[in-house]
């Protein structure tokens, strides 16, 4: 009995720290995380930035989540998983990776051990969902252990602008200098398109001025705009106004800025990555749950309600849907007028339901 209790006290301390980290480990896993997230061009922070924006658990303005990770446990919670999802997986290349990132001798295993036992029931998800990721060209086929870049591998840089004291230019997309001509809206411009078309850029910027130094005077105009339900919204700056990557900003009293866009051809990189063209299947996807929308042809007609506490719940988002197959009277009636319908309803995808507008609204 006595041996028994001894190697009760012996294995208990273990499992327990199985199950969670150190406050140690979580200071330098976050730590390490934020300086690689920084470097701009690291594959495996590139690969976890892009899923945390693709599930919404990097929230808005993920470029500041990667930064202060330790402050948020979700949020770390979900930057292990998609390192050990780059890591196809697997204990040993998550370990090269953590080691990569030069992380403490002593919090390696710990945290490896933590990965692993917390995502091994969805190991199989996780590597498909990469796999497919790739075959669909949304992410680039990268080798899953993280490597220095050559030494003769070209500098990358972001643009000089004056930002707030101690803002970064988020580092998803990163900006080559280039003529200024290049950064004109018409493609033709250049063969090689290198501008930055990541939106949390923009989350940076306080003054129209700071949007002048990026995207060019030239290539922005003062227009009066409208809300999603058509109402008038004020003036706002449009940037590249007239093409397909047309994008409003607007400098609203409060610091609040409202970034706007509905072109499905746009070439921008929108959080959680939703885009104008997107069926409303994908961001019930992305909320994590179905939420409510308004019915059509009516009062905030197509807008989104309600998130239902999913992950785009009080995150700033606005989405307007519009149905594309609106031959079928009896059909559309069902989703028009003073009513709420939910996002998973089946009738949504005969209808052809797509998103038409997105709106986000940052106070950073």
Do not use: H
């Not at 498909?128 to 500098?155: C, D, F, R, T, Y």
């Not at 785009?312 to 307007?320: P, S, T």
């Not at 031959?327 to 989703?335: E, I, N, S």
Request: proline fraction near 6%; include cysteine.
């Amino acid at each position: 009995m006595k041996r028994f209790l001894l190697f009760l006290a012996t294995i208990l301390p273990l499992v327990s720290n199985a199950q969670k980290l150190t406050e140690s480990a979580v200071e330098d896993i976050s730590t390490k995380m934020a300086t690689q997230f920084l470097k701009l061009n690291d594959p495996a922070l590139v690969f976890v930035t892009e899923q945390m924006n693709r599930s919404g658990s990097g929230g808005l303005e993920i470029d500041k989540t990667m930064q202060e990770l330790k402050k948020d446990p979700a949020a770390l919670d979900a930057a292990l998983k998609y390192l050990f999802q780059f890591s196809d997986c697997n204990r040993q290349t998550l370990i090269a990776n953590l080691r990569a990132m030069n992380l403490q001798s002593g919090n390696v295993f710990p945290v490896a051990t933590y990965v692993v036992n917390k995502y091994k029931g969805e190991t199989k998800a996780l590597v498909e969902e990469k796999a497919e990721l790739i075959k669909i060209g949304a992410i680039p086929k990268v080798i899953s252990v993280m490597v220095a870049p050559p030494a003769n591998q070209q500098a990358v840089t972001t643009a000089t602008v004056n930002l707030p004291p101690g803002s970064t230019v988020p580092a998803a997309a990163p900006v080559t200098d280039q003529p200024q001509a290049a950064l004109s809206g018409n493609p033709a411009a250049g063969p090689a398109d290198t501008r930055n078309w990541d939106v949390r850029v923009i989350f940076q910027i306080t003054t129209p001025d700071q949007l002048q130094q990026i995207y060019g005077k030239e290539n922005m105009e003062l227009r009066e705009v409208n809300d999603l339900d058509g109402n008038s919204a004020g003036k706002a700056w449009v940037i590249y106004p007239d093409t397909d990557d047309e994008m409003e900003v607007i400098f609203n009293g409060d610091s609040s800025k409202t970034i706007m866009f509905g072109k499905e051809r746009s070439k921008w990189k929108p959080p959680f990555g939703i885009k104008p063209g997107d069926p409303i299947e994908k961001v019930t996807k992305v909320n994590t749950r179905p939420f409510k929308v308004n019915g059509f042809e009516w009062t905030n007609g197509g807008i989104a309600d309600s998130w239902q506490g999913g992950a785009l719940d009080k995150k700033g988002v606005e989405i307007l849907f519009r149905a594309v197959n609106t031959g079928d009277p009896k059909l559309y009636d069902q989703f028009t007028g003073e009513k709420k319908f939910s996002s998973d309803n089946s009738g949504l995808k005969r209808l052809g339901v797509i998103v038409e507008k997105v709106v986000f609204t940052t106070y950073q």
